[in-house]
Nanobody, 127 residues
Framework: QVQLVESGGGLVQAGGSLRLSCAAVERTFNNYAMGWFRQAPGKEREFVAGMGFNGANTRYADSVKGRFAISRDYTKNMVYLQMNSLKPEDTAVYYC????????????????????WGQGTQVTVSS
């Protein structure tokens, strides 16, 4: 239901930082919990971070806790993923996604619970 466009991926040295951006082109963006997922070659799509529709209740995969932070800016229709202390294991295609239901204050974590996806942006972390 929400059109999403991702940007900000690239090649980063281990220990570096990167911020991914996800732009929503529809006002209904405000009504949805948002999530970030990633998928590495040969791996399943993995939940990374999520935030409730109202900007509350962030949640993170154990592998990124303390290093990544999700945020959103309603005035700009943007969602961000700040990634710090990057590791080679973080290398993946990263996707932003919008919840298939409106008004959830805690984002789901399963891909099937999201029905709007960005095109993905590649993040590569060198050792």
């Amino acid at each position: 239901q929400v059109q999403l466009v991702e940007s900000g991926g690239g090649l980063v040295q281990a220990g570096g930082s990167l911020r991914l951006s996800c732009a929503a082109v529809e006002r209904t963006f405000n009504n949805y919990a948002m999530g970030w997922f990633r998928q590495a070659p040969g791996k399943e799509r993995e939940f990374v971070a999520g935030m409730g529709f109202n900007g509350a209740n962030t949640r993170y995969a154990d592998s990124v806790k303390g290093r990544f932070a999700i945020s959103r800016d309603y005035t700009k229709n943007m969602v961000y993923l700040q990634m710090n202390s990057l590791k080679p294991e973080d290398t993946a295609v990263y996707y932003c996604a919008a919840d298939r239901l409106q008004y959830r204050i805690v984002s789901p974590t399963a891909p099937v619970d999201f029905d709007s996806w960005g095109q993905g942006t590649q993040v590569t972390v060198s050792s």
